[in-house]
């Protein structure tokens, strides 16, 4: 019976050890994933700027003549 009592009790340490790690895990994962969300709205907002940017070039371009548009 001290045997299946210090099986247990040893059962009980591995399962702590294990809730301690994957709290820790766990913990890890959210600041990374705060991190990610942090640089992917960075990302879209050079994205953004960069579409921006290209567009006002775009409207500064000025509009070639199609030729067939003028023999009509």
Request: charged content about 25%; overall charge negative.
């Amino acid at each position: 019976m001290i045997s299946e009592f210090l099986a247990l009790s040893e059962k009980v340490s591995q399962l702590a050890e294990l809730t301690h790690a994957l709290r820790t895990e766990n913990a890890e994962l959210r600041m990374k994933c705060a991190s990610l969300t942090g640089d992917n709205a960075d990302l879209a907002r050079r994205m953004q700027e960069a579409h921006q940017r290209v567009a006002l070039l775009l409207d500064k371009i000025p509009a070639v003549p199609n030729p067939q548009q003028e023999a009509a």
